[in-house]
């Protein structure tokens, strides 16, 4: 099938549903103007491509299964077995890998003068290429941080070591959960870097993943020597998210000679990972020290005011605002993340834009209960939660709380972490003091991977259902 084969199944498709749920009422209706924001770009045998506002749109859109409604009805329709929807997200910045220049309209116009372009390094020590991994976006400028705070503390450090790098604290870790700027800060040490020193200074951000691939690949073609060249010869390494890293014995034992080789060189090294070193297993002993030899920041989530002061800015930056009530109620919803905290103002922004209605704080409210909900209070206690989940895995209080490493303690104590956080209104600091003194990134990352495992399987969740059912009801 060539292309445009499919656009009127499409459309047939898109106006079907869309009476389904005009039928429903009006907020239905309104619903599937919201939630099914997708036009028909382009087809190809079997998968059309259609363009979509932003990313959390389309993660919106995936998450509540309006995406595979689509799919089923053009299944319907088409006959066909199988067809796969493919987004064009219309927000998302594209780094060319080569800027075209303009030759100028008349031989009098000046040529503009040439901007200063960002390398990495090849596999080989010679060869120059345009560094599209840095993210421009990401500076000192417009990381938000407030008084007194963990990102703060770590963004002036941060830019301490972006103006001397490889002269003052080496290595930086930065840790934490999900979405909480340590890319950003990552970054942005290697933007100013950059902008400081242009391209005298090899300075390479990776994620642990890509460093992963590209070392086991060196093994497989027999190039590790180019490999060893590119990343032992470099000024600055940035490495995210080095828990990846974690029980892959070849790719420590070469990160460890990487370090030693840059350490020795004073080259600057950042690192990011998701939670404490001590936290992480099978990491070679050595290494961890290596990588904490440094400083270790600990960033935290941002408290009201930060919030509020994040949302301002990115308000200005989009060149939209909000009344005072709607960035509170945006703040007040959302106390986990930057990353939730903007796919929260997203929402907001896409109501406005899309039904082109001003937003008051009740329709705030009304767009933000479904995704960030207020959790439970009452006579619901961590005691209670944690000898329900005790007794349900065979396990004491005491293993929930302990430093046991076994699976057979660790997931009942994941499972209490994020049923305590869903029930009561203790920070991510208060649970981890009260399960044994751990760090609040550790209960950040446990209360991810259950909600992961919540989401792909639904005999867990309904495991998980039970429990919540029996805290609740739950009489000494």
Same mark, same amino acid.
């Given at each position: 099938?060539?292309?445009?084969?499919?656009?009127?199944?499409?459309?047939?498709?898109?106006?079907?549903?869309?009476?389904?749920?005009?039928?429903?009422?009006?907020?239905?209706?309104?619903?599937?103007?919201?939630?099914?924001?997708?036009?028909?770009?382009?087809?190809?045998?079997?998968?059309?491509?259609?363009?979509?506002?932003?990313?959390?749109?389309?993660?919106?859109?995936?998450?509540?299964?309006?995406?595979?409604?689509?799919?089923?009805?053009?299944?319907?329709?088409?006959?066909?077995?199988?067809?796969?929807?493919?987004?064009?997200?219309?927000?998302?910045?594209?780094?060319?890998?080569?800027?075209?220049?303009?030759?100028?309209?008349?031989?009098?116009?000046?040529?503009?003068?040439?901007?200063?372009?960002?390398?990495?390094?090849?596999?080989?020590?010679?060869?120059?290429?345009?560094?599209?991994?840095?993210?421009?976006?990401?500076?000192?400028?417009?990381?938000?941080?407030?008084?007194?705070?963990?990102?703060?503390?770590?963004?002036?450090?941060?830019?301490?070591?972006?103006?001397?790098?490889?002269?003052?604290?080496?290595?930086?870790?930065?840790?934490?959960?999900?979405?909480?700027?340590?890319?950003?800060?990552?970054?942005?040490?290697?933007?100013?870097?950059?902008?400081?020193?242009?391209?005298?200074?090899?300075?390479?951000?990776?994620?642990?993943?890509?460093?992963?691939?590209?070392?086991?690949?060196?093994?497989?073609?027999?190039?590790?020597?180019?490999?060893?060249?590119?990343?032992?010869?470099?000024?600055?390494?940035?490495?995210?998210?080095?828990?990846?890293?974690?029980?892959?014995?070849?790719?420590?034992?070469?990160?460890?000679?990487?370090?030693?080789?840059?350490?020795?060189?004073?080259?600057?090294?950042?690192?990011?990972?998701?939670?404490?070193?001590?936290?992480?297993?099978?990491?070679?002993?050595?290494?961890?020290?290596?990588?904490?030899?440094?400083?270790?920041?600990?960033?935290?989530?941002?408290?009201?005011?930060?919030?509020?002061?994040?949302?301002?800015?990115?308000?200005?930056?989009?060149?939209?605002?909000?009344?005072?009530?709607?960035?509170?109620?945006?703040?007040?919803?959302?106390?986990?993340?930057?990353?939730?905290?903007?796919?929260?103002?997203?929402?907001?922004? %896409?109501? !406005?834009?899309?039904?082109?209605? @001003?937003?008051? =704080?009740?329709?705030? #409210?009304?767009?933000?209960? &479904? *995704?960030? /909900?207020?959790?439970?209070?009452? %006579?619901? !206690?961590?005691?209670?939660?944690? @000898?329900?989940? =005790?007794?349900?895995? #065979?396990?004491?209080?005491? &293993? *929930?709380? /302990?430093?046991?490493?076994?699976?057979?303690?660790?997931?009942?104590?994941?499972?209490?972490?994020?049923?305590?956080?869903?029930?009561?209104?203790?920070?991510?600091?208060?649970?981890?003091?009260?399960?044994?003194?751990?760090?609040?990134?550790?209960?950040?990352?446990?209360?991810?991977?259950?909600?992961?495992?919540?989401?792909?399987?639904?005999?867990?969740?309904?495991?998980?259902?039970?429990?919540?059912?029996?805290?609740?009801?739950?009489?000494?």
């Amino acid at each position: 099938m060539s292309d445009n084969n499919l656009k009127e199944v499409w459309l047939f498709a898109m106006d079907q549903l869309k009476n389904e749920y005009k039928l429903q009422g009006e907020e239905k209706e309104k619903e599937f103007t919201l939630w099914f924001n997708m036009n028909y770009i382009e087809d190809n045998i079997d998968t059309i491509k259609v363009s979509v506002p932003n990313q959390f749109m389309w993660n919106s859109m995936k998450s509540k299964g309006n995406v595979d409604k689509v799919i089923e009805k053009i299944k319907e329709i088409s006959g066909l077995p199988h067809i796969e929807i493919i987004p064009e997200i219309k927000n998302e910045k594209i780094f060319s890998e080569k800027s075209e220049e303009k030759e100028p309209e008349n031989l009098s116009e000046k040529p503009k003068k040439e901007k200063k372009q960002k390398y990495d390094y090849e596999q080989s020590d010679s060869k120059e290429i345009k560094n599209n991994t840095l993210n421009e976006n990401f500076t000192f400028d417009n990381f938000i941080t407030g008084e007194g705070s963990s990102s703060n503390f770590a963004y002036k450090v941060a830019l301490a070591v972006a103006e001397n790098p490889g002269t003052k604290t080496n290595p930086i870790l930065l840790y934490g959960g999900v979405g909480l700027g340590k890319t950003h800060l990552m970054q942005a040490i290697g933007n100013r870097i950059y902008e400081k020193y242009g391209t005298s200074k090899k300075i390479c951000y990776i994620q642990a993943e890509s460093f992963l691939n590209e070392f086991t690949n060196s093994l497989l073609t027999k190039t590790a020597d180019k490999f060893k060249n590119k990343y032992r010869k470099l000024d600055v390494l940035l490495i995210d998210d080095i828990q990846f890293l974690q029980g892959k014995e070849g790719i420590q034992q070469e990160l460890f000679y990487v370090f030693e080789a840059l350490h020795k060189n004073k080259a600057q090294m950042v690192f990011t990972c998701d939670r404490p070193l001590k936290e992480i297993e099978k990491m070679e002993e050595r290494l961890v020290s290596r990588l904490g030899s440094g400083m270790s920041l600990d960033l935290q989530p941002p408290n009201f005011e930060t919030r509020k002061a994040i949302i301002y800015k990115k308000l200005e930056n989009e060149g939209k605002t909000l009344s005072d009530d709607v960035v509170d109620v945006i703040s007040k919803s959302v106390e986990t993340n930057i990353r939730d905290l903007e796919a929260a103002l997203n929402k907001i922004i %896409n109501y !406005s834009d899309i039904f082109e209605t @001003e937003i008051t =704080a009740e329709i705030a #409210q009304q767009q933000l209960q &479904d *995704l960030y /909900s207020s959790p439970a209070v009452g %006579n619901i !206690s961590i005691k209670n939660i944690m @000898e329900v989940v =005790a007794k349900n895995y #065979q396990i004491s209080i005491a &293993d *929930l709380k /302990s430093k046991k490493r076994d699976k057979k303690f660790v997931h009942p104590r994941h499972i209490a972490l994020y049923i305590a956080k869903e029930l009561t209104e203790y920070t991510f600091s208060d649970l981890g003091n009260e399960f044994g003194g751990r760090d609040h990134s550790s209960i950040m990352h446990a209360c991810d991977k259950v909600k992961e495992q919540i989401k792909t399987d639904p005999i867990f969740n309904q495991k998980i259902n039970i429990l919540i059912k029996e805290i609740k009801e739950y009489k000494k």
